[in-house]
């Protein structure tokens, strides 16, 4: 079935249906770049990603300087089929696409029933915006949230990884002269010690450090409060990394000597102790990845790795229809869905702001 043909009773709500028919050459991406006022510089689409999807049949509008963060010009973008236009022209796309959620103000300025692709942020914890998303039947689908036939979630494996490897990069920075630091390297040279790291938590993005961190030279340690997250672990990052169950005496002993301490999210509840934090170095470099993200320095690496997901994803959209059609096909789409047909069916946002949820099966089911 074409896009141009999608009648009112089927699954998608009529305002969908409305800017679908009125768009009956294809589906418009609409491209949008980060808020000047914030710290975000990762990116979705690279020029390329753009030239392999319009020529897959898609229409794409981009704000114009919205490549600019990942070292793109407008131009560039142009060559591959892109048309730059203004920030409110591309907010009319059928299909919306930005790396952080939309602010009240621009979400107002889309289409009604149409799409948002973005990644989770602190943004939908905010009742205005949900309401804004709810009053204009927007549907809200966050990347880092879903998953893929196999089960993985897939965009955020992505940032995870990369998270990780860029956290070793501000180490290597904060640990030279030119960083501030007391010039050292992260690896040992003929004679001399490596500088230590240790790493607490557990997740793609902490293997990706410890990986990293043992590739640069460097003697790492991984610690975690779970044994068979650890065991895990050893048989993903090797001999070379050591895997060590949090343990007072432990943690004390490698905090003390540690010239790099990467804080993340433990497999069960932690909290770094006082009493350690007062031994450690002076000039320890000390990097929590629960209110940082690493990759915001390359955001160059994000894009190329997040449009080859994305590619794949507009394909497998093209193939059932459209959006509305992947959700109603695909469980793993459903996972990363925020609102839908001017409904909130996120539990958690449901839940922090005391705002009723609606379960997205039940919905499909009642559509069906």
């Given at each position: 079935?074409?896009?141009?043909?999608?009648?009112?009773?089927?699954?998608?709500?009529?305002e969908?249906?409305?800017?679908?028919?009125?768009?009956?050459?294809g589906?418009?991406?609409?491209l949008?770049?980060?808020?000047?006022?914030?710290?975000?510089?990762r990116m979705?689409?690279?020029?390329?990603?753009?030239g392999?999807l319009?020529?897959g049949?898609y229409?794409m509008v981009?704000e114009?300087?919205?490549?600019?963060?990942?070292?793109?010009?407008?131009?560039?973008y142009?060559?591959?089929?892109?048309?730059?236009?203004?920030?409110?022209?591309?907010?009319?796309a059928?299909?919306?696409?930005?790396?952080t959620?939309l602010k009240p103000k621009?979400?107002?300025?889309?289409q009604k029933?149409?799409?948002?692709?973005?990644?989770?942020g602190?943004?939908?914890?905010?009742?205005?915006t949900i309401k804004?998303?709810m009053?204009?039947?927007?549907?809200?689908?966050?990347?880092?949230n879903?998953q893929s036939?196999n089960?993985e979630p897939?965009?955020?494996?992505?940032?995870?990884?990369?998270n990780?490897?860029a956290?070793?990069?501000?180490?290597?920075?904060?640990?030279?002269?030119?960083?501030?630091?007391k010039?050292?390297?992260?690896?040992?040279v003929?004679?001399?010690?490596?500088?230590e790291i240790?790493?607490?938590?557990?997740?793609?993005?902490?293997?990706a450090?410890?990986k990293?961190?043992?590739?640069?030279?460097?003697?790492?340690?991984?610690m975690?409060?779970d044994i068979?997250?650890?065991q895990?672990?050893?048989?993903?990052v090797?001999?070379?990394?050591?895997?060590?169950a949090?343990?007072p005496?432990v943690?004390?002993?490698?905090?003390?000597?540690?010239?790099v301490?990467?804080?993340?999210?433990?497999?069960?509840?932690?909290?770094?102790?006082?009493n350690?934090?007062a031994?450690?170095?002076?000039?320890?470099?000390?990097?929590d990845?629960v209110?940082?993200q690493p990759?915001?320095?390359?955001?160059?690496?994000?894009?190329?790795?997040?449009?080859?997901?994305?590619?794949?994803?507009f394909?497998?959209m093209?193939?059932?229809n459209?959006?509305?059609g992947?959700?109603?096909?695909?469980?793993?789409?459903q996972?990363?869905?925020?609102?839908?047909?001017?409904?909130?069916?996120?539990?958690?946002?449901?839940?922090?702001?005391?705002?009723?949820?609606?379960d997205?099966?039940v919905?499909?089911?009642?559509?069906?």
């Amino acid at each position: 079935m074409s896009y141009s043909s999608i009648e009112e009773n089927d699954l998608q709500p009529q305002e969908m249906v409305e800017v679908l028919e009125k768009n009956a050459g294809g589906i418009e991406l609409g491209l949008l770049a980060n808020y000047a006022d914030g710290y975000e510089t990762r990116m979705l689409l690279t020029p390329e990603a753009c030239g392999m999807l319009t020529s897959g049949g898609y229409r794409m509008v981009m704000e114009s300087g919205a490549g600019s963060d990942i070292s793109f010009s407008d131009e560039k973008y142009a060559e591959y089929g892109v048309k730059i236009v203004s920030r409110e022209e591309a907010l009319k796309a059928q299909v919306v696409l930005c790396y952080t959620p939309l602010k009240p103000k621009d979400i107002k300025k889309m289409q009604k029933g149409a799409v948002l692709l973005c990644m989770m942020g602190h943004d939908f914890f905010d009742k205005s915006t949900i309401k804004a998303l709810m009053e204009h039947k927007i549907a809200v689908g966050c990347l880092d949230n879903m998953q893929s036939h196999n089960d993985e979630p897939v965009f955020s494996n992505i940032i995870d990884e990369i998270n990780g490897r860029a956290a070793i990069m501000y180490a290597e920075e904060a640990l030279s002269f030119l960083g501030g630091g007391k010039g050292v390297l992260l690896a040992g040279v003929a004679g001399i010690n490596p500088c230590e790291i240790l790493i607490i938590g557990m997740g793609n993005d902490m293997i990706a450090a410890a990986k990293a961190g043992a590739a640069a030279g460097a003697r790492v340690t991984l610690m975690d409060n779970d044994i068979s997250t650890l065991q895990v672990a050893k048989e993903v990052v090797g001999q070379s990394i050591d895997t060590i169950a949090i343990h007072p005496r432990v943690l004390f002993n490698r905090a003390k000597t540690a010239d790099v301490i990467i804080l993340g999210t433990t497999t069960r509840p932690f909290e770094f102790p006082a009493n350690v934090k007062a031994t450690l170095k002076s000039n320890v470099y000390l990097l929590d990845m629960v209110e940082n993200q690493p990759s915001v320095c390359v955001p160059r690496t994000v894009a190329m790795a997040i449009s080859n997901a994305l590619v794949n994803f507009f394909d497998e959209m093209q193939m059932k229809n459209g959006f509305y059609g992947m959700v109603a096909t695909t469980p793993g789409v459903q996972q990363g869905l925020v609102t839908y047909e001017g409904k909130l069916v996120d539990k958690l946002i449901g839940s922090y702001l005391g705002m009723p949820s609606v379960d997205i099966n039940v919905m499909l089911s009642a559509a069906n």
